[in-house]
């Protein structure tokens, strides 16, 4: 979990767009925890702290959008952004 906020850390410092955040978070912070989240029962605190910190990572603190908007498709105005607790419930 260190790891993980010091790589938001480290890109929240850039001045990336929506996208770009969204990019950072599928191809590098995500799977920083996903092999772990394979092994292991993962409890609901976990899930809500780990969504707590890629929203915060999204819109630089408090909620801008609605989850359900960042997690649409790009034609209902969403961002394609990962679903956690549904993409931990499929591994």
Do not use: C
């Not at 630089?60 to 359900?68: I, N």
């Amino acid at each position: 979990m260190v790891s993980v906020k010091k790589l938001m850390n480290i890109w929240s410092a850039r001045s990336l767009s929506l996208y770009g955040k969204v990019t950072i978070l599928k191809s590098l912070i995500v799977p920083k925890f996903v092999y772990v989240l394979l092994l292991l029962t993962t409890p609901k605190g976990v899930i809500q702290e780990l969504n707590r910190l890629i929203l915060k990572f999204l819109w630089k603190g408090v909620d801008k959008v609605t989850h359900l908007s960042a997690i649409n498709d790009y034609g209902k105005s969403g961002l394609k952004m990962i679903d956690l607790e549904t993409m931990i419930k499929s591994l």
